[in-house]
């Protein structure tokens, strides 16, 4: 039995702050901002939206998207470092919101690798046939835990919200490997007290290394090659980080997910969004070889290597 995407659904809040909006707020510029992030503009939700209401509406719209009705999803997963509140979790306020009656629910704290942990525990329990349907969703609302008067870290984040369904899809398609890892040595690079603090010099250089790696493993435990990718959707932190895993899997520009400049990071709702964008675009088709790779505070990272369609 396979284990892949059967639908997608994202939210992106309506506010737009730009870099100019935050050349007015702190001593930064919108050409450093570019330069070194890739970042335009972000998103950021409005004071009485949370990480719940986010993800929320990117599920509603994944579950219409795969066509299962909200009963008959068995788990609700939730990748967060931004819930509501420490309990109840997102992932219980979702279940009795979507009216998934009959699904265990539980939130996931991997940070920016939040998202590839849900879905490669997603695909353990439905390739043992425990499960059918599993609702995993990245959601953050990482301005709330943004200190603003930072601009080391204030330019970097922006909130949005995630969804996929997971379920059985045909021979030959969905997750075809995975990796999975952390190293906790490195918590001290990245952490939260009251807001996100980061040593980015650190976060950068192991990023480039661990997305590089996790990516070539991928590929080599699913019998495939580089020349056999079709499309890198790595997490979406720094464009410099995501350049240097392009170019280790020796892609052109094309075949890379570029949504950054218009959501900023947005952690684990980072690599959702930019599928269900790429998709739109239709980027990606049937068939296609996907390698998705993320890393995050932990520090943790996780990648897979699917192949595209139902
Ligand atoms: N505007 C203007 N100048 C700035 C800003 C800013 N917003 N931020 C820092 N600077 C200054 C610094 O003070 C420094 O000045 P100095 O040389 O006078 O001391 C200079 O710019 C260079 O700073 P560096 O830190 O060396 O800049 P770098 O090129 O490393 O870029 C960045 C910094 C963008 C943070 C980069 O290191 C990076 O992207 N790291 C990885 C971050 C990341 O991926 N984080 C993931 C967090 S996700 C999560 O788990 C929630």
Redesign the pocket.
Known sequence: MSAGIIGIGKYSPDRIVTNKDLEKM????DE??RT??GIEERRIAADDIDTSDMACEAAKEALHDAGVLPEEIDLVMVAT?TPDQPFPTVSCILQDRLGCRNAAAMDLSA??AGFMYGMITAKQFIETGSYKNILVVGTEK?SKITDWSD??T????GDGAGAVVIGTVSEGRGILSFELGADGSGGKF?YQDQY?R?N??E??KF?VRKMGDASENVIEKAGLTKEDVDFLIPHQ??I??MEASRERLELPDEKMSKTIQKYG?T?SASIPLSLYDDLKAGKIKDDDVVVMVGF??GLTWGAIALKWGK
């Open positions: 702190m001593d930064t510029s450093w901002i070194r992030t470092v940070a920016c990482l601009r080391n204030a330019v970097l984040f990245l996100i980061m980015g010099r976060v950068f990023a932190a720094n410099r980080i990071n952690s995050g505070g």
